[in-house]
Each structure stands twice: as structure tokens, then as C-alpha cells.
């Protein structure tokens, strides 16, 4: 299974970017959907998750700034962040989880600059 993730980029300090995240399958809507980050020498950090209800977690860092939300329809997750600063630069990755399995997709690089 592989999850693709698009949507990086380099973006400008103070704007937005939009990543998707879009899975196979007929079950999407059952899945946890999620981010994680890699920032340059750092171990991953979790940013964000979708819980198959629709609620909402984000890292401390992110709230006020972020929205994880998905699209059933379209077997899409997507995160948007507003007001990127520099330290947004990472490159991030989508999962999603069921039951105790998790599926990853290939990271997407997000460079923030002045």
C-alpha cells in the first residue's frame, strides 16, 4: 500500500502551503489519517491527526496554525499551515492507521524562506 503525498515545496516565511495525502482502498474512511515531520538533524515529530470521526489533534507547535481535515470521497487527507515560519522547514510525511497498523507515505520536502 503506499500513500502519496504531495504538496511541498518552497514557500515564503509569513505564507501557506496545502499538502495531500491520498491512499487506495475502499476503507479510507475508517483509517486515523495523519502527519508527521522531519526537521533537518531531528528525530520525527508528530504535527497532526484525523481520527476517522473527524476529530482533530495537532502538536502545540502547529495549533492556531494548522487544519488537518480529509475528504472521503476523494480518499484524501490534507493539512494546511498558515503563518509557516522557518522552523516549518522538514519534510513531512502522511500515515494512516487502523486497528494497530500503520501505512506511511513517502515524505514531501517543505522549505520555508525569507
Known amino acids: 500500500v503506499q500513500l502519496q503525498a504531495s504538496g511541498g515545496g518552497l514557500v515564503q516565511a509569513g505564507g501557506s502551503l496545502l499538502l495531500s495525502c491520498t491512499a487506495p482502498g475502499s476503507t479510507f474512511s475508517a483509517y486515523n489519517m495523519g502527519w508527521f515531520r522531519q526537521k533537518p538533524g531531528k528525530e520525527s515529530e508528530w504535527v497532526a491527526t484525523?481520527?476517522?470521526?473527524?476529530?482533530?489533534v495537532y502538536v502545540d507547535s502547529v495549533k492556531g496554525r494548522a487544519t488537518i481535515s480529509r475528504d472521503n470521497a476523494k480518499n484524501t487527507a490534507y493539512l494546511r499551515i498558515h503563518s509557516l515560519k522557518f522552523e516549518d522547514t522538514a519534510v513531512y510525511y502522511c500515515?494512516?492507521?487502523?486497528?494497530?497498523?500503520?501505512?506511511w507515505g513517502q515524505g514531501t520536502q517543505v522549505t520555508v524562506s525569507s
Open positions: 484525523i481520527h476517522s470521526g473527524g476529530s482533530t
Open positions: 500515515y494512516r492507521s487502523y486497528s494497530g497498523s500503520t501505512q
